[in-house]
């Protein structure tokens, strides 16, 4: 049993919609254009005075406890670390997408390169060599913290005490995260609440009867899911604002 | 039985420092390589300009190195000027050339006939050839189009600039006032850290702005001023800040002159009478001149940075520093600190001959007959508060070039820049360059000024090659280093080799006594008693800040200005001397026609003028610009968000793009964010996407400094026909 649980701040006062953390998470991992570990949600309103009002969600894998993702993956490439990180074991991953519509978050994706799921790690190959996650690192408004919560010392844990930090959940989605949100005492805007997920008959048969038991040896059984045409990837995460258009994806293999 | 996960491990890369050249506020960056390839870009924690935070632009960089589309070898032209034919020829051919070409041109209309224009780090070393050259008509675009007219203002009334990075004490600051400075979009690390601090701690921010961009969202007060009057707002601040007597007087006292003189120059400017122009209520503006003076020392009428807006930009900022002046916050915490710098001296060079110009008209030579600059900068009866050496007036160089007037410009050393979509005017450019007989463009990228070169040299990207030293002053004085992380692609090379190998065939070489860039560096650190190794281990040597010196008056010392009368000179001795007081009074600006839009435009976080649109980490956020629109003004021309729209100016040019429909901007304005609408096909990913702001904004001039005045554009808009923006 780790003594760590490694969590993630945002302070959505500080976010400044830069994208220095996306851009740092592309160069790091060198993920495919068209697809992103991490994103930040522009949330535009008006207040009582018809005054506009823009707020900036830094989003990525909440890192759920009791993530449904693990559930949902027939051959156990979807695991939780003890110190609360949620990663994929890549030789283990058929690829089969399971996981993806299994995610209240939409933070898992089909690596088009490696026919693999991509999603955020917390830069767990970073973090265990003492490094802080680049999107942290590279944090133009300060706004990002990354740190070990049972450590009552580190930043993050003070940070904690300080301030009154919500997580993205929901009464249909209340997987406890390992992700906190600051807003400044605001509500959360119902756009970067997480999506109600329902578990198809093959995840629930999946996850009650195949996980808890063997994971490996399945790709057969996989294969067959995958076959059958599961559900693909529908709706891309809005990671990209809804600002200026961004480029279409494919124009960029030219 | 559950089998070990297996985990990922960091792969090794080797680290090399340098400092970023995505954006002109220059970073302290640590570079990641991989098998000889450039895959990370981390910020230097050490560097005083970013400490360790990298933004997006910053974070792309690789991508400008890698850009497929990159200048890859030496060309020639072949095809008419711009047509886009070229032939591909080898160094030893391309210098010679260039040489000849600009030997040519010497000949016959004298070495003043060149120009060099540049942007970029990169461009030390073409200055160095354009000096040895005998041209005074060395130019950084940055000066006329941008932040000049800041410069000379606080220099007129502080002896002092607020340099090219910023010396505020963002941090301490308790009060910004921010004048359509859009701190967290231009983006420069270390100032928006300092002022998101700030903020985070409860500062109080007001933004003044038609628009409501980020900034305005990240400030707890946003004030829509009508465009162009934020000098009217300044005025009416002064005037509450005296009739008030809310300004600091024991310093005003002690380090001021010409308060009453001012008085009586702000007396007309009451709150009420700039309601009437700015449409900010005379109690607001009350109201925040004494929540200033509440707040001050640790308050700061926070300048923008490019200040090209109207035909009295110095007016503005003169205003902003009388202001700053009135509050007391020079060498205060949370005000205008006093930097330290890392002085290095320059390698010892023979002194530069700039040769008799007999040909030229008498009020063009200096008394001893040399030729002065075209642009009129520093020139007495021309624009002699603009700065001349290698800054001057870039907008004033296009016109020289297309009339010959004073004298003719013939040939022209690009180094770097974009002169159709950084400038105002497509025509007036098009004609200078056709008016040449040699135009050389030295880059990383095509753009559409180098397309028009008759030889293009491709230079070397910032992660490929040494550069001269990295000096500055914040708190702590500092020198950086920067590093090959990799070899140069293609057959790029640096620019010093480049001007070395001109210079040496123009009979210059003694300019260019350095084998290469490294032994230039390691030259000027062993007068310092450094070495290149040294700096290659950290990227940075610093003098630790010192709070006696940046803030002296907080610690029982003087605050010096080094002015005609060595105070603040509220009214500057030397704006008086040339006659230019009516500089300090209000001028009104364009008047808009009911079906009008003010034309505002401005920077995003992901993107760098106009050289990052061909970037596809960056074009991942924005490919293409839009028009922001108001809903209200968008509902009475039937346009709806995404649309594709006409913009049309008073001269009739036009650009199209698509609609953004918010209620983040005044319904009398229009807005488009910078450096979209290349027209060269050579950039793939920028060719023909969104619209070009240079092909709609004035080309009008601030007539005491020369500098352009950008911001005084008004258009149509409709929707476009045919459905393609």
């Keep these: 049993m780790s003594e760590k649980r490694y969590v993630m701040l945002a302070d959505v006062t500080r976010c400044i919609n830069c994208k220095a953390c996306v851009v740092a998470c592309r160069a790091e991992w060198d993920t495919p254009l068209g697809h992103s570990r991490d994103w930040v949600a522009e949330v535009e309103d008006t207040d009582d005075n018809g005054m506009p009002v823009l707020d900036f969600f830094p989003g990525r894998c909440q890192h759920c406890e009791n993530a449904p993702c693990v559930s949902a993956c027939p051959t156990g490439a979807a695991w939780q670390r003890d110190d609360g990180i949620v990663l994929v074991d890549d030789p283990l991953c058929s690829g089969c997408e399971l996981c993806v519509p299994a995610c209240p978050y939409d933070a898992r994706w089909l690596n088009p390169e490696t026919g693999t799921i991509s999603k955020c790690t917390f830069c767990q190959p970073r973090v265990d060599e003492g490094l802080q996650p680049a999107c942290v690192e590279t944090c133009v408004g300060g706004a990002l913290h990354f740190g070990d919560a049972n450590d009552p010392d580190s930043e993050v844990s003070k940070l904690l005490a300080e301030k009154e930090w919500v997580q993205l959940t929901t009464e249909a989605v209340p997987a406890s995260t390992n992700h906190y949100y600051y807003t400044g005492g605001k509500p959360l805007p119902k756009e970067v609440l997480p999506r109600p997920v329902q578990q198809s008959i093959q995840e629930k048969a999946i996850s009650d009867v195949v996980n808890p038991t063997a994971k490996i040896g399945l790709g057969a059984m996989v294969a067959t899911f995958a076959g059958a045409g599961l559900k693909k990837l529908i709706d891309r995460r809005n990671e990209l604002s809804g600002d200026e258009r961004p480029a279409e994806h494919g124009r960029e293999e030219q | ?505 123009l009979d210059l070489g003694q300019y260019f006594p350095h084998e290469s860039v490294a032994d230039l560096v390691d030259e000027r650190l062993r007068k310092v008693g450094l070495s290149r190794e040294e700096l290659e281990r950290k990227g940075v040597a610093k003098i630790p800040a010192d709070p006696a010196v940046n803030f002296p008056r907080e610690h029982g010392r003087r605050s010096e200005f080094p002015t005609p009368s060595g105070k603040l000179e509220l009214v500057p001795s030397r704006l008086k001397a040339m006659g230019y007081e009516e500089a300090l009074d209000y001028r009104p600006q364009v008047a808009r026609e009911p079906d009008e839009f003010h034309l505002a435009f401005g920077r995003t976080g992901v993107h760098t003028h106009t050289r990052t649109q061909n970037n596809p980490w960056l074009t991942e956020f924005m490919a293409e610009n839009r028009l922001w629109v108001h809903p209200d003004a968008a509902a009475e021309r039937g346009i709806e968000d995404g649309d594709p729209l006409r913009v049309t100016d008073r001269k009739g040019r036009s650009e199209t793009l698509r609609a953004k429909v918010t209620r983040r901007i005044r319904k009398d304005t229009v807005f488009m964010v910078h450096g979209f609408g290349g027209f060269d096909p050579r950039r793939q990913q920028a060719y023909g996407r969104g619209g070009a702001t240079s092909n709609l904004v004035s080309n009008d001039v601030d007539p005491y400094l020369g500098s352009a005045a950008l911001d005084r554009g008004l258009v149509r808009v409709e929707k476009a026909s045919g459905g393609e923006a």
């Design chain 2, 1 to 505: 039985i559950q089998a070990p996960h297996q985990l990922e491990k960091l792969k090794p890369t080797t680290e090399t420092y340098g400092f970023c050249d995505m954006c002109f506020w220059r970073c302290g960056i640590k570079v990641r390589s991989r098998d000889g390839r450039v895959v990370k870009i981390d910020g230097n924690p050490e560097h005083p300009h970013n400490y360790g935070i990298v933004c997006a632009k910053g974070n792309a960089g690789p991508m400008w190195a890698y850009d497929p589309d990159r200048l890859k070898y030496p060309m020639r032209r072949v095809g008419k000027r711009g047509e886009g034919k070229w032939e591909r020829i080898s160094w030893d051919e391309a210098l010679d050339e260039v040489a000849a070409g600009l030997a040519r041109v010497k000949e016959q209309y004298g070495p003043q006939a060149l120009t060099v224009i540049g942007h970029g780090t990169w461009m030390k070393p073409y200055t160095r050839l354009g000096r040895a050259f005998g041209s005074p008509n060395i130019c950084s675009p940055a000066f006329g189009f941008c932040c000049g007219p800041r410069l000379v203002a606080n220099d007129l009334v502080a002896g002092r600039t607020l340099t090219g990075n910023e010396t505020l004490d963002l941090e301490n600051c308790r009060y910004f006032l921010m004048l359509g400075r859009n701190i967290t979009e231009a983006l420069h690390n270390g100032e928006v850290r300092g002022w998101m601090d700030a903020v985070a701690e409860g500062a109080k921010s007001v933004y003044v702005d038609p628009r409501f961009n980020i900034t305005a969202s990240k400030s707890q007060e946003w004030l829509p001023i009508r465009p162009l009057s934020d000098h009217a707002l300044l005025l009416a601040l002064i005037h509450v800040v005296i009739e008030e007597q809310l300004y600091d007087q024991a310093f005003v006292a002690e380090y001021t002159t010409g308060l009453d003189e001012l008085r009586q120059r702000v007396q007309p400017y009451t709150p009420e009478w700039a309601e009437g122009e700015t449409e900010i209520p005379a109690d607001t503006i009350r109201r925040i001149a004494r929540e200033m003076a509440e707040a001050a020392p640790r308050a700061l009428v926070y300048s923008p940075r490019r200040v090209t807006r109207t035909t009295n930009q110095l007016g503005t900022l003169l205003a902003i520093a009388q202001l700053n002046a009135l509050l007391g916050v020079w060498d205060r915490y949370g005000g205008i600190f006093t930097p330290q710098t890392f002085d290095i001296p320059e390698p010892d060079l023979p002194p530069y001959e700039y040769p008799r110009a007999d040909n030229l008209p008498e009020e063009w030579v200096d008394e001893e007959g040399r030729p002065l600059r075209a642009d009129g900068a520093g020139v007495d009866g021309a624009f002699p508060l603009a700065w001349g050496d290698d800054r001057g007036l870039a907008n004033q160089l296009w016109r020289v070039m297309a009339t010959e007037e004073p004298y003719p410009i013939k040939a022209f050393i690009a180094a770097g820049g974009n002169g159709f979509l950084s400038g105002p005017d497509y025509e007036l450019v098009h004609k200078a360059i056709e008016n040449l007989e040699f135009f050389v463009a030295c880059d990383v990228m095509p753009n559409e000024m180098n397309r028009y070169a008759d030889i293009l040299l491709p230079e070397a990207s910032y992660l490929e090659r040494y550069d001269d030293l990295q000096t500055g002053g914040q708190r702590e004085g500092y020198v950086a280093l920067r590093s090959p992380a990799m070899e140069p692609l293609h057959e790029s090379r640096d620019a010093w080799t480049i001007c070395k190998q001109i210079a040496e065939r």
